[in-house]
Structures are given as C-alpha cells and as structure tokens.
C-alpha cells in the first residue's frame, strides 16, 4: 500500500529562518510532487520530481530514491510564505497519493 | 493563459440533495482528475477523466460519479449528500493521464458545505 508520510505536521519560524520539510514514501514512484496551499484552499505545484536537485527561487527540492525520502527547504524565509506544504506521490495507476500536509507559519 | 476553472466556487446544500460541480481544464489538457480534501482525511483521489472516459476510480461509493465532455469539461456528481460529504473538492488538469511524470495544474476547488 502507498503511504507518504510528512514531517513536521507543523512548524513555525521566524522570518529569515531556513526551513525545512520532510516526506518519505512506501513505494517506488515516478515522480514525488510538492505543492502549496494557502488558505482559501487552492494548490500550487511547486516542483516534481523524480531524482536528484530543483530550485525555483528560495525553494530547492531534493529526492534520494534509494532512501524513498524528499525534502523541500525554504532559504530566508518570509511570511508570505506560510502556507500549507503537501508531498504527493505519483501512485503506479497515475493518480496521486498525498501525505497530510506541513502547516507552516513565519512570523515577521 | 487560463488556469484550470471549478464553479462553483462555494455551496451549500441539504442532505439528500444532488449536487454537480464543474471542471473546464487549462486549454490542450485533455486529462482531468478530482480530489476530495476534508480535515481528517486530508486530500483523496476520487477519479480521473481522459477522452471522456473515466480510467481510473479512487475508493468512494457510487454516489460519487463524473464525466468527461468532448471538450475535456468535466463534471462530478454527489448524490443522496451526506453530512460527511462537506469537504473541499479539487481537479486538475495535465496534457495526458497518469501523470506521475508530468505536471498538474490545480483549480481553486469548490467548497460544499451539506446542512
């Protein structure tokens, strides 16, 4: 059964702090996605990925498939970038399993 | 261009009632998936939608049902509602089914409140 497990459930930094995020999956996948809700509830997708290292500004995803582990981190982080943090995995029939979210909240 | 557009964005209906939501994908995306996120169960596939034909189904009973359009709309149904069914309701769009390789393209959901 395809689990995705995240870490923490919650967190709360300061501004400027680096942070970051964990999620290890069951399974050997095709791609572990990372994606952001704020509240109002639509989803961004942040990055996908299937091996290795992406960065898009202050955010760099990384994946060890050998480990089934991915981190997301957040360089100099701010408080527009609270928001809710979900790691999902591409199950083997296409669709995705997500993890339970990483409710993140950077005080100024 | 545009996103990927869900209408409502809000209800509330009664139990018992049928209720139909909409999904019109980003243009060029054929294949479309609908999620349900509630508190405690967090965010579960429902199914997913390519040609106008349903090729994948999440573990929800048969209240739950969509469809497809030749244009790649695609609809979902809840009927008989329950109280348990109040949730935020998600899709997304990618160019082709099984995107574990590819991107998706969220919509801003529909929140359905069942009184």
């Known amino acids: 059964k395809n689990e995705v497990e995240q870490s923490p459930q919650n967190l709360t930094a300061q501004e400027g702090e680096f942070i970051t995020i964990n999620c290890s999956y069951s399974v050997g996948i095709s791609a572990l996605h990372w994606l952001q809700q704020h509240p109002g509830g639509g989803i961004v997708s942040l990055f996908m990925l299937s091996s290795g290292k992406k960065k898009h500004g202050r955010l760099i995803a990384t994946i060890n498939i050998q480990e089934k582990h991915s981190s997301l981190h957040i360089t100099a982080s701010h408080p527009r970038d609270s928001a809710v943090y979900i790691c999902?995995?591409?199950?083997?029939?296409?669709?995705?399993?997500f993890g339970k979210g990483t409710k993140l909240s950077v005080k100024p | 261009k545009a996103g990927v557009t869900q209408t409502p964005r809000y209800l509330i209906k009664t139990r018992g009632q049928q209720v139909t939501l909409s999904c019109s994908p980003i243009s060029g995306h054929r294949s479309v998936s609908w999620y349900q996120q509630t508190p405690g169960q967090g965010l579960q596939f429902l199914f997913e939608y390519f040609s106008e034909t349903q090729r994948n189904k999440g573990n929800f009973p048969g209240r739950f049902s969509g469809r497809q359009f030749s244009n790649s709309r695609s609809e979902m149904n809840v009927s008989t509602l329950e109280l348990g069914d109040s949730a935020l309701y998600l899709c997304?769009?990618?160019?082709?089914?099984?995107?574990?390789?590819?991107?998706?393209?969220f919509g801003s959901g529909t929140r359905l409140t069942v009184v």
């Open positions: 997304a769009s990618s160019l082709v089914p099984g995107q574990g390789n590819y991107g998706y393209t």
């Open positions: 999902a995995e591409g199950g083997s029939q296409g669709n995705l399993i």
